[in-house]
Every structure is written in C-alpha cells, then in structure tokens.
Nanobody
Framework: QVQLVESGGGLVQAGGSLRLSCAAS????????MGWFRQAPGKEREFVAA???????????LYADSVKGRFTISRDNAKNTVYLQMNSLKPEDTAVYYC?????????????????WGQGTQVTVSS
C-alpha cells in the first residue's frame, strides 16, 4: 500500500508560481513512476507531467503540451517526494491537482496506468 499526500496548492495571480509537493510512503519510492494530473470543474481529469525512474532510456519524463516550458516535475528519492514547479500560471491552470504513483515504473500519460492516487490539492489562478 502506498499513501500519497499532496501539499502546496493555493491561490495565486496569473503569472505567478507555485510548487506542489507529494510525499509518498513505501520503501521503494525510487522505482515508482510519479505523475501529476489535474481536474478542473466540469472537465475530465487530464495528464500534466510524469517522471519515471532513471533507466537505460533517455526518455523518462513527459509533459502535457499545455504546460511544457512552464511546469517542471522533479523528485527527491531520499525524501520520497515528487514536486511540480509551476511557473507563469494562467487562469486555465485552475484545477485540483492530483499526485499519482505507478509502482511498476512504466512511463505513461494514462491515468489508468497509475495504481495509487493522492486526495488532491486545489490550485486557483486569478486573472
């Protein structure tokens, strides 16, 4: 069982920044793929970013086109924590942001591939 707890959400003006954190339980955090998803009111959940364990593949990180160049996902395996640095925020980034873990370590944008989820943290960007 893996527990995920997000923090760092809040209210920010357009153009501002926030850093989300997700603390995970589990001894083998370094082997998990960690992802961020978001869901705005009235919309479906959408992929934001994912970071797989380092491997022989040079591709271990993915971003949604809508956040490329503005958001950065990173992890600190010593702290069992994944981060989402969000810069140049826009009102359309307003959503509940969820952290997710794929304990099998596959890199995917599909929410169905992730077997553990946090409860979410609200991000509101005012115009």
């Amino acid at each position: 069982q893996v527990q995920l707890v997000e923090s760092g959400g809040g209210l920010v003006q357009a153009g501002g920044s926030l850093r989300l954190s997700c603390a995970a339980s589990g001894r083998t955090f370094s082997t998990y793929t960690m992802g961020w998803f978001r869901q705005a009111p009235g919309k479906e959940r959408e992929f934001v970013a994912a970071l797989a364990p380092r491997s022989w593949s040079s591709t271990n990180i993915l971003y949604a086109d809508s956040v490329k160049g503005r958001f950065t996902i990173s992890r600190d395996n010593a702290k069992n924590t994944v981060y989402l640095q969000m810069n140049s925020l826009k009102p359309e980034d307003t959503a509940v942001y969820y952290c997710a873990a794929d304990t099998f370590g596959f890199l995917s944008t599909g929410g169905g591939e992730y077997n553990y989820w946090g409860q979410g943290t609200q991000v509101t960007v005012s115009s």
